[in-house]
């Protein structure tokens, strides 16, 4: 049942009796008043016929809502089609309101609704709003309602909007039809009738959907829930899918680990280091957090002073030059001859840090050899950085979109929670594109390695190594120790040694994290890479 109506709605019988006729009482000259004849065909039309008297000189309106609230944000709906008027006039209709303006004079309104027969319980309720929505006040409505069967109870409200007031008479009229009438209706007042009929006797009518606006529009449909089910799919498929990907990862980091065995003996009886699987400093950082950092570079730099492509010098207690020991070879990886070309370019041997601080250094090149060395050696199937931005940008679109959904579909057809899910499914795909990168199955296995290598740091001492190949032992094993976060620990271990690419330190113990420090902070103001110093493997 309908509550809350804002239109008035006057029923009376129409009486063949000329004196049942003088028992209504009589409009005052000068004023607004309606009659409302009302007849409810066979196949639940109502056909309504109004006669309006306008005083002369005078324009009233008069808007019917077409859409009233039911509670439980549902709201019912009616139809008015073939509206026309004989006097002066004029009609419109669209899918919320009704609306009629009328001049002077006695004009003569018909139409007819649909949606004005419910069913309530094991009966029918006739409703229509046949004088609500008037812009002036009205003297008089007298309405008349005529069914193919008897009515069985009538209902009458009149006054403000929501008031419960009943009207100045309603009844059934010896049980014929029935009849209303209300005097004096204030402007904007509303009348609402409600007429009970026997089941069956006309077929119900009554369209009650979901209200429009925001809430029906992100209310929970088969459509929208479809592509909940929809998404939810898709995470799971995702999830799944980086759980495969990432399973060996995850094992390897959840495997117990001792150090790897990376000091070899030749057939002479010295001891040298060897890498896991021929990994070079700059690369284990990559594989192990998947980027290309400024400890990376610095590592790099140390490992080509080992290996006499480079020399390290103090200078002037706060500064340090590297200079070009031997010339780049094809026994450099590609990455390696770029970080040469950025420190020394052609034509330069030597360079002070301090002067590094004042020159634009480009590491970009640097970056992107990196990054493809370790696709080359089968640690990535993909450059790690390619594959992050195409998930990043894929879910940023996807989410754009999303948003763009939802906002074209809860201001048109609804469903907007479809469009929701779409945006919620591209910023999760954003948000996970930073794990999308997958190491493979040798990725994995290096990645066990690494935690070996950095157990090998931990647990190596100076009584490990022969006296003669402590300095080379050491040496080979900084560049790694840097990039691993064991600088510190590593020198505390060895101690003071005299190194044969490294000059003019008194202290190398200080000297050395300091320069780390400086070549750190200058490799960082040259952007392109992250400044993070230590990957956790």
């Not at 992107?368 to 950085?385: C, I, S, T």
């Amino acid at each position: 049942m309908l509550k809350n109506w804002g239109a008035a709605i006057f029923v009376a019988v129409a009486l063949t009796s000329t004196t049942a006729a003088g028992a209504l009482a009589q409009p005052l000259p000068g004023t607004v008043s309606t009659e409302v004849r009302m007849k409810l065909e066979r196949d639940a039309r109502l056909s309504v016929t109004e006669t309006v008297q306008v005083p002369d000189g005078k324009t009233v309106k008069r808007t019917v809502p077409l859409r009233l609230a039911v509670g439980n944000d549902l709201e019912r709906q009616y139809q008015v089609t073939d509206a026309k008027v004989e006097g002066k006039g004029s009609t419109s209709t669209d899918d919320d309101s009704f609306s009629v303006t009328l001049e002077g004079g006695q004009s003569t309104l018909t139409y007819v609704v649909v949606g004005a027969v419910a069913p309530v319980g094991d009966a029918l309720e006739v409703r229509w709003q046949v004088a609500g929505g008037w812009d002036t006040e009205l003297d008089k409505v007298a309405v008349s309602f005529s069914a193919p069967d008897s009515p069985t109870s009538v209902n009458c409200l009149a006054g403000p909007v929501g008031s419960s007031q009943p009207c100045t008479s309603a009844d059934l009229a010896d049980g014929k039809g029935v009849r209303a009438q209300e005097i004096k209706l204030g402007a904007g007042e509303r009348v609402d009738v409600a007429i009970g009929l026997s089941a069956g006797v006309v077929p119900p009518n009554a369209v009650v959907v979901e209200q429009s606006g925001l809430a029906a529009a992100f209310a929970l449909t088969p459509a929208s829930g479809a592509a909940l089910g929809g998404l939810l799919v898709l995470l799971l498929g995702g999830v799944a899918l980086l759980w495969f990907l990432r399973g060996r990862d995850a094992a390897a980091l959840a495997s117990e680990v001792g150090a790897v065995t990376v000091l070899v003996r030749d057939q002479g009886g010295h001891v040298a280091f060897a890498s896991p699987d021929g990994v070079l400093p700059g690369q284990v950082g990559t594989v192990v957090d998947e980027h290309v950092d400024v400890v990376d570079v610095t590592a790099t730099v140390i490992d080509l002073a080992v290996r006499n492509y480079l020399w390290i010098t103090e200078v002037d207690g706060h500064d340090w030059q590297i200079v070009r020991r031997n010339p780049v070879d094809d026994s450099l990886s590609g990455y390696e001859k770029a970080v040469c070309e950025a420190l020394l370019p052609q034509g330069v041997d030597a360079v002070s840090v301090s002067e590094l601080r004042g020159r634009q250094i480009d590491l970009a090149h640097v970056r992107e050899r990196l990054y493809a060395d370790v696709v080359e050696k089968r640690w990535f199937v993909r450059r790690p950085d390619a594959e992050r931005n195409l998930f990043w940008w894929a879910g940023i679109v996807i989410a754009v979109l999303g948003v763009a959904a939802t906002v074209v579909l809860a201001l048109t057809i609804g469903n907007a929670l479809f469009g929701l899910v779409v945006a919620v499914g591209g910023v999760a795909l954003a948000f996970g594109a930073r794990s999308m990168p997958a190491r493979t199955k040798r990725g994995s296995e290096l990645l066990e390695h690494v935690r070996g290598l950095r157990g090998y740091l931990h647990g190596v001492t100076p009584e490990d190594v022969p006296e003669a190949d402590r300095e080379l032992v050491f040496s080979r094993s900084l560049p790694y120790a840097v990039v691993l976060g064991e600088t510190e620990r590593w020198l505390a271990t060895f101690g003071q040694q005299d190194l044969y690419w490294y000059g003019n330190a008194s202290d190398f113990r200080r000297s050395f994290p300091a320069f780390l420090g400086a070549l750190d902070g200058v490799l960082a103001q040259a952007g392109h890479l992250r400044s993070l110093r230590t990957p956790n493997p």
